[in-house]
């Protein structure tokens, strides 16, 4: 009995095997290369959306906004986080994943931007329009678009507004701060602190303010991996290296809210009086600080535009239009200058909260 | 023995298994059917089969290594920040001190044979638990890592990138499929069959019963249909696509520690340490070189999987590696090998390391979160260990007991060169 089950099984497997090789059509045919632009697709096309694992409100709330966007504007959506772990490997994966299931348009939060040529050339020759959202993909001419908020712009702001609140405080120099910057395997990092340093160096060069450690280098400033315990284990060492007896620190440059929040936390655990510290990314716990007198400036870049933008972006492509593009020149990724599509950033401190987050739905009340 | 089993012996063997190693070539098939339906015939495309080859071949090598070590009783918990380390020195030899790829490739495994000379100093000569010298290797590396590369991303040249990223070549006559790759469907095909044929001719030579012909001919056709779907799959790609350059290497390096494992003398003393280390060097075995080989092997082909990973990220970042050993260490285990060692095969291991692959796809095919997908991976390691100790704990009929059981070797066959490979069964027993 059992043979002739065994029998059975084995020219089962061997008829299926045979079906599959013959049923599934050759795959072969030339790379479809960029022609995509000006040819548009289906309406109910497949759009992948792959973003960085969900360590922020930010992601999260982008990937509620392009699930209902998208599906919203007729399209199939597949938006996909990378996980907490192996975070580049799962998004190497998930855009690999987004390539064979034929989408046609992959939009790309990038966990690390310089690690994703291999897919990105791939998704291109599938014929697929990749547009790096919020994150430039680098050393790769497979990216088609890059849509973000102006980032120089947010750095210049935060430079600016360290300066105005620290003038606020006490009207006469010469003021002492830190500075801090971002994860080093994110572009962004650089961009904001270049924008930062652009307006700070100058009163640094003339003595008005002093960078207690000393330390102005982009790699002693960055905090790996955007990570609060390591903002705070920094901003530590430096009050326990720089800021004995009692030097006080008026101010710090922080790249986000995040950081923001952890170097109040480490300043407040050492004793010392509250400095002006900037930050990025309107999150709850900082505008609530921010409320309440402690940290003195975060950025609004509203997700909703960008989202919406994106979206904008998708659908005149679906149509075979031209997106709309507003710089040509400044995104240059190492291989080609990527064309980019800019959203301003809004600089917000306790004066102009509420009017800045009038029509957010959950900071709104905060504000009041 | 009756007949009847003899003859699904022969049908099913071929190698030296053990039950969950069949169990889980029957999940692996169930679950490639299952998402080949589910995702609309996905699965099994060209793009996505390469695709999957080139984004697991670098864990799967990681198996390769892990299941020796944990077959001869350690654990390597540093494979990840070895992988990340070699990855940075590499990229930073190529890009900041022009070394040709070549000799970027050759630097790598050097870093990586000293890096396992090191653990394997620690855990053969000192004697301190490798589970505490690849603990302090992973710290160290991964700092290591962090302090070449000063927490950056380094890019590598395009030469480089061939070993992760690259295919065969398109050579010769447009047949409608990458050329080379058919010639080496042709290859394994010719070898499946000269292995079969040469087997039969063993033990005909030494009297010893042979399984009808009817038999072997439909284990060859199976065999040998596997062999030529895959082939057509992975030749019929996109143009400029073909079986992954990782993929060859992932290949040759299975059949080279398979038959090491399986047919050397030092491959199996690996088991005997594993099954019981005082019996094992009051019999001859030189415990500590065996422990030195495992621990420093394993590092080197960590170097290997992170500078193929490299190769195919296009740049060596402060991410990498992050959590591999997880991975090879759950590929290892779902594949068969014993929490106390000594039981294990390599080819159970790539099983198991293919089963979790072409699970991750088929649910990222599927647009399954990766919450869900590592909640899932999770349950899948448990159950398949949990099955096999209940099983065995049982020691009576169980439903998988018994649906396994016809797949269970008592005695070797295959080929007259293979020393006893009863160790395994007598370990299993032991560590069950």
Redesign the interface.
């Given at each position: 009995m059992?043979?002739s089950l065994?029998?059975t099984v084995?020219a089962v497997?061997?008829a299926a095997?045979?079906t599959?090789?013959t049923a599934?059509s050759?795959?072969?045919?030339?790379?479809a290369g960029s022609d995509s632009d000006g040819k548009g697709f289906a309406k109910d096309s497949l759009i992948g959306v792959a973003l960085p694992?969900k360590t922020s409100e930010n992601w999260v709330l982008a990937g509620d906004l392009f699930s209902n966007g998208l599906k919203d504007a007729g399209f199939k959506a597949?938006?996909?986080?990378?996980?907490?772990?192996?975070?580049?490997?799962?998004q190497?994966?998930?855009i690999?994943?987004m390539?064979?299931?034929g989408a046609k348009v992959i939009v790309i939060g990038a966990?690390?931007a310089?690690?994703?040529?291999?897919q990105v050339k791939?998704a291109k020759?599938?014929g697929a329009v990749v547009i790096a959202y919020d994150r430039l993909i680098t050393?790769?001419p497979d990216v088609d678009y890059y849509i973000a908020f102006d980032n120089f712009k947010v750095g210049q702001l935060q430079g600016q507004a360290l300066v105005d609140g620290m003038k606020a405080k006490k009207p006469k120099g010469p003021w002492t701060i830190e500075l801090f910057s971002g994860?080093?395997?994110d572009n962004n990092s650089k961009v904001f602190f270049d924008g930062a340093m652009q307006v700070l160096k100058p009163l640094i060069d003339k003595g008005d303010i002093v960078v207690g450690s000393g330390q102005t280098d982009i790699?002693q400033t960055?905090i790996?991996?955007w990570k609060a315990e390591n903002a705070q284990q920094r901003m530590d060492s430096l009050l326990t290296s720089a800021y004995g007896g009692k030097k006080t620190l008026d101010g710090v440059l922080s790249p986000n809210d995040t950081l923001a929040r952890a170097i109040l936390t480490s300043v407040k655990g050492a004793g010392k009086p509250v400095p002006v510290v900037t930050g990025q990314d309107s999150e709850v716990e900082s505008v609530k600080s921010i409320m309440a007198g402690e940290q003195y400036s975060t950025i609004n870049k509203d997700t909703r535009k960008l989202v919406a933008e994106t979206v904008n972006m998708i659908k005149a492509l679906q149509k075979g239009e031209k997106p709309a593009i507003n710089d040509t020149k400044s995104y240059n990724n190492?291989v080609k200058v990527v064309p980019a599509f800019l959203l301003p950033p809004v600089i917000v401190t306790k004066q102009n909260a509420a009017e800045a987050y009038a029509n957010d739905p959950k900071l709104a009340p905060l504000t009041k | 023995m009756s007949r009847i089993t003899d003859l699904q012996k022969n049908l099913f063997g071929g190698t030296t298994s053990n039950a969950r190693q069949f169990g889980m070539i029957f999940t692996l098939v169930a679950i490639v059917l299952l998402f080949q339906i589910w995702t609309g015939g996905l699965t099994l495309t060209s793009g996505n089969l390469i695709a999957v080859v080139s984004q697991y071949s670098y864990i799967l090598i990681l198996a390769i290594g892990m299941l020796m070590v944990i077959v001869a009783g350690h654990i390597d918990l540093s494979v990840g920040s070895v992988a990340a380390f070699t990855g940075i020195v590499v990229a930073k030899a190529m890009q900041e001190h022009d070394l040709p790829w070549p000799l970027g490739i050759l630097l790598g495994l050097l870093v990586g044979a000293a890096i396992g000379a090191w653990q394997g100093f620690w855990v053969a000569y000192v004697g301190v638990p490798a589970f505490i010298v690849t603990l302090a290797g992973m710290l160290l590396f991964r700092g290591g890592n962090q302090y070449i590369g000063n927490a950056d991303t380094v890019p590598v040249p395009e030469g480089f990138r061939k070993i992760g990223a690259g295919f065969l070549p398109e050579v010769g006559p447009d047949t409608g499929y990458n050329n080379l790759t058919l010639l080496l469907g042709v290859a394994a095909c010719a070898g499946v069959v000269w292995r079969e044929w040469k087997a039969r001719r063993t033990r005909l030579e030494m009297k010893a019963d042979t399984a009808p012909l009817w038999i072997t001919g439909v284990r060859l056709a199976v065999m040998l249909g596997v062999i030529v779907f895959a082939t057509l799959r992975f030749a019929g790609g996109r143009i400029g696509t073909s079986l992954p350059i990782s993929g060859i290497i992932l290949i040759v390096l299975v059949l080279v520690y398979s038959h090491y494992t399986r047919n050397t003398i030092g491959g199996r003393h690996i088991y005997a340490v594993g099954g019981n280390a005082r019996a094992a060097e009051l019999s001859g075995v030189k415990l500590k070189r065996v422990n030195f080989f495992v621990m420093m092997n394993m590092s080197v082909l960590a170097a290997l999987a992170g500078m193929i990973f490299v190769a195919r990220s296009s740049a060596s970042g402060p991410q990498d590696g992050l959590s591999w050993e997880l991975d090879a260490i759950a590929a290892v285990f779902i594949g068969g090998a014993a929490v106390s060692g000594g039981l294990g095969t390599v080819s159970g291991s790539i099983v198991g390391g293919l089963v979790m692959a072409l699970l991750n796809n088929g649910l990222q095919l599927e647009g399954v979160g990766t919450d869900m997908v590592q909640i899932i991976k999770g349950l899948v390691l448990l159950l398949a260990v949990a099955l096999d100790v209940y099983n065995k704990s049982q020691g009576r009929f169980s439903i998988t007991g018994t649906l396994m059981r016809p797949f269970r070797r008592d005695e070797p066959s295959g080929t007259a060169t293979v020393p006893d490979p009863a160790p395994d069964a007598g370990t299993a027993k032991v560590a069950g």
């Open positions: 059992r043979t065994i029998r084995a497997g061997a095997l045979l599959l090789a599934c050759n795959e072969r045919e030339g790379a694992s597949d938006v996909q986080y990378a996980g907490a772990s192996t975070t580049v490997a799962d190497q994966a998930q690999s994943s390539v064979t299931k966990t690390d310089s690690q994703l040529a291999t791939q020759e599938e050393n790769t994860s080093p395997d790699k960055a790996q991996g190492g | -």
